[in-house]
């Protein structure tokens, strides 16, 4: 499968952390991988994704709008889980 190259694909996916706390996680969108089994119809999607950090100095939600900045030079370190499942 192949990917057009593309800028700013953002993402942003819904996970909770071991605190039971639900988190907004912010990336950028850098493989989309397909994965077949034995037939056309047992196929999924997993997207690998460059996240970016969620604490206080990688993003910022604007109080008024509820827009979020993300400060892009802020990777998020330690991460286990570099792919994510399309729903």
Not at 9 to 18: P, R
Not at 58 to 81: A, M, Q, T, W
Request: hydrophobic share 35%; glycine share 4%; with cysteine.
């Amino acid at each position: 499968m192949s990917m057009e190259k593309r800028h700013n694909i953002g993402v942003c996916v819904k996970g909770s952390t071991c605190s039971e706390f639900e988190v907004n996680y912010y990336g950028k969108l850098e493989e989309v991988v397909e994965l077949q089994y034995h037939d056309e119809h047992n196929r999924m999607f997993l997207f690998k994704c460059y996240w970016y950090d969620t604490t206080d100095r990688g993003i910022r939600v604007d109080p008024h709008y509820s827009l979020v900045e993300i400060n892009s030079k802020v990777r998020l370190y330690n991460v286990n889980n570099v792919f994510v499942f399309a729903k």
